[in-house]
């Protein structure tokens, strides 16, 4: 949480006394109760179907797997920043936690983006290489993926500790807010937020949408109009972090030109528009299990609280069938015209003179049988016509 928790002590009752709380506090606490209510359980929820109720676990389920495990770690700090709203007197919990649970929330962010660009490679590469695809599909490698990723959203976040603090919000109060902190530097301010939209939006999006722009282009032009569970998984999870994040990402520019362009208007339409959106993007980290619950209803009535395994479960078998018609396809068409090489054998043993043709994997005796024995079936079958 960001502004949102930054305006909510403005006003400190003494200690007898309720607080006072802005309406800004109130929003922020229903979203932050109604976050950690469904969102926390429901994401433990998603790790124990993954565990105890997925036998053979595809490689979208286990990112799935690691997106929930992300996304119950930032909901820990929902608590935290509960009291801060509701107690109306600061942070009280000391600097530390402060810059500890805004980096934990840029982790999250980070973790969550580049899990879902792993999740549109891994489709891209089953629907354009399947063969690939098929190699590089192995615990070694995806686990290698899985820490790279970990690595690199830990490392990206660690502007966020370095610009926020623990400050007292006057000399005559003990009183301190978990602020932003840029020690009055335009070029701090700038670097943040450029770096954040940049590496949390811009370079992942694009992959994405390359990926995906890919992928339909090529079922498109293979007429192949099947949508399986784990396409629709991974577009729900898109869409929903999209619709999350990208107002933030949004005000972050709103700030940036207004910083840079010195407008005190801009500037102070972006300040008014952080708390909402910073809340909103928080929620983000709740909304998957709900998804996931949509996604998978078809399984509920048959499957009751395993239906999340079957969910999973369809994504293995649907990226094993994309694989299967990618490969069929391609020998389809393979088969559909023969080319000059197998027609010159076909006349060849209709001669009773041996060819040799280009590819030397006909050379194998194996291989000739095959292509002998499909080419007589042939003939016999051209001759009972004539």
């Known amino acids: 949480m960001e502004s949102v928790l930054n305006n909510t002590t403005a006003s400190t009752q003494p ?17 932050l109760t109604l976050a950690f209510v469904l969102g926390f359980p429901g994401n433990l929820f998603v790790v124990w179907s993954v565990f105890c109720r997925v036998k053979k676990r595809s490689v979208t389920c286990l990112l799935v797997l690691n997106l929930a495990v992300a996304d119950a770690f930032v909901l820990l700090s929902a608590p935290l920043f509960l009291r801060y709203l509701a107690g109306g007197r600061g ?39 399947p063969f690939l695809s098929q190699r590089m599909r192995t615990k070694r490698s995806l686990l290698g993926l899985l820490l790279l990723i970990w690595v690199l959203s830990f490392i990206l976040a660690l502007p966020m ?16 807010d978990c602020i932003p902190y840029h020690w009055g530097s335009v070029g701090h301010k700038v670097f943040q937020y450029v770096f954040e939209t940049t590496m949390g939006c811009l370079v992942p999006f694009t ?9 339909i282009c090529r079922l498109q032009s ?15 999870i898109i869409c929903a972090f999209a619709a999350f994040w990208l107002p933030y990402h ?31 993007a ?13 996604a998978g209803s078809s399984h ?24 299967t018609f990618t490969r069929s396809s391609r020998s389809s068409r393979s088969n559909s015209s023969p080319d000059e090489s197998s027609i010159l054998h076909t006349l060849s043993i209709k001669l009773g003179k041996p060819f040799k043709g280009k590819n030397k994997d006909r050379s194998s005796s194996v291989a000739d049988r095959e292509v002998n024995q499909a080419e007589l079936k042939t003939l016999a079958s051209v001759e009972q016509l004539e």
């Open 161 to 176: 500790p370095f610009y926020r603090s623990n400050l007292k919000k006057g000399q005559n109060t003990t009183v301190s």
């Open 207 to 215: 992959l994405i949408n390359t990926c995906y722009s890919s992928v």
């Open 15 to 31: 200690a007898s006394s309720a607080p006072f709380l802005p309406v800004s506090a109130k929003i922020g606490i229903a979203i």
């Open 222 to 236: 293979a007429k192949f109009q099947r949508r399986g569970q784990g396409s629709r998984l991974i577009l729900i």
């Open 282 to 294: 928080y929620f983000s980290s709740a909304v998957n299990p709900i998804l996931y619950v949509f």
């Open 91 to 129: 942070w009280e919990f000391g600097s530390a936690a402060c810059k500890l649970v805004h980096y934990l929330s840029n982790v999250n962010m980070y973790v969550s983006i580049y899990l879902i660009c792993l999740m549109s490679m891994d489709r891209w590469l089953a629907v354009t290489r």
């Open 250 to 280: 949004i005000v972050n520019v709103i700030e940036v030109v207004g910083l840079l362009q010195n407008s005190d208007s801009v500037l102070a339409a972006a300040r008014t528009a952080r708390p909402n959106v910073t809340a909103f």
């Open 300 to 323: 509920i009535r048959q499957a009751g609280l395993s239906f999340m395994g079957k969910l999973f479960e369809a994504t293995n078998s649907e990226s094993r069938t994309t694989s």
